[in-house]
């Protein structure tokens, strides 16, 4: 079962807004805002909007490699690999 998530109404976060901002980037988790019992907006941390934006665009590239494998473009596997092994030649852990 997934996580319940937090929901405040906007009336408590027009009343209580450094609180909820307190609760958000304590948790980590985003709280969702509603408005005549409906959501209206999610409050998250800065750090977890760059963290999704991140992992978004990671997931747009993948999918246009994808779109580019089934259309045969781009690289082969054995160039891909010899530029992989290149990279972590210049940059041993």
């Known amino acids: 079962m997934g996580k319940i998530p937090k929901i405040v109404p906007v009336t408590e976060l027009r009343q209580e807004a450094a609180a909820v901002l307190r609760r958000v980037r304590d948790s ?12 209206a907006a999610v409050v998250m941390s800065a750090e977890a909007f760059e963290n999704s934006e991140n992992e978004r665009e990671i997931l747009r590239l993948i999918a ?6 089934k259309a ?22």
Do not use: Y
């Open 72 to 93: 045969g473009k781009g690289p082969d596997l054995p160039a891909v690999m010899a530029k992989g092994e290149a990279l972590l030649k210049e940059n041993p852990s």
């Open 64 to 69: 246009r490699g994808e779109k580019e494998i």
């Open 28 to 39: 980590g988790e985003p709280v969702f805002i509603t408005q005549r019992g409906r959501a």
